[in-house]
Nanobody
C-alpha cells in the first residue's frame, strides 16, 4: 500500500520559516508528480505547489509564489516544501499528494482529483 507521510509542521511566528517534508513508501517515487495542498478551517483544499518527476519543472499558486519552494530527492523518496516569510493566512493543514501520470497539462496540477495518493497532513499555525 502506498504511503505518504508529512512532517515538519508546527507553531511559528509571522515572518518565520518552515520546511515541510513528505516521505514516500511502497511506490516508485520518480514515477510520480508530487504536489502540496493546504486546507484552512472551513475552507476548500487548495493547491500550493507541484513538481514534476525529475524536479526539472515546478509550479506554484499565485498566492504563494516567491515565498515557497518545492523540491524533491528521488534517491531518498522525499519531497519538501520550504515556506518563508510565513503569514497568519498560511495557517492550514498541509498535505502531500502524488499522481502516477506519464503526461500532464499544467492546469490539471491544480486539481485535487488529479492526485490518487494523499498523506494525512501536517498542521502549520502562524501567529501574528
Amino acid at each position: 500500500q502506498v504511503h505518504l507521510v508529512e512532517s515538519g509542521g508546527g507553531l511559528v511566528q509571522a515572518g518565520g520559516s518552515l520546511r515541510l517534508s513528505c516521505a514516500a513508501s511502497e511506490l516508485t517515487f520518480s514515477d510520480y508528480i508530487i504536489a502540496w495542498f493546504r486546507q484552512a478551517p472551513e475552507k476548500d483544499r487548495e493547491f500550493v505547489a507541484a513538481i514534476n518527476w525529475r524536479g526539472t519543472s515546478t509550479y506554484y499558486a499565485d498566492s504563494v509564489k516567491g515565498r515557497l519552494t518545492i523540491s524533491r530527492d528521488n534517491a531518498e523518496n522525499m519531497a519538501y516544501l520550504q515556506i518563508n516569510t510565513l503569514r497568519p493566512e498560511d495557517t492550514a493543514v498541509y498535505f502531500c499528494a502524488a499522481a502516477d501520470k506519464s503526461i500532464y497539462e499544467v492546469n490539471e496540477l491544480y486539481r485535487v482529483n488529479f492526485y490518487a495518493v494523499w498523506g494525512l497532513g501536517t498542521q502549520v499555525t502562524v501567529s501574528s
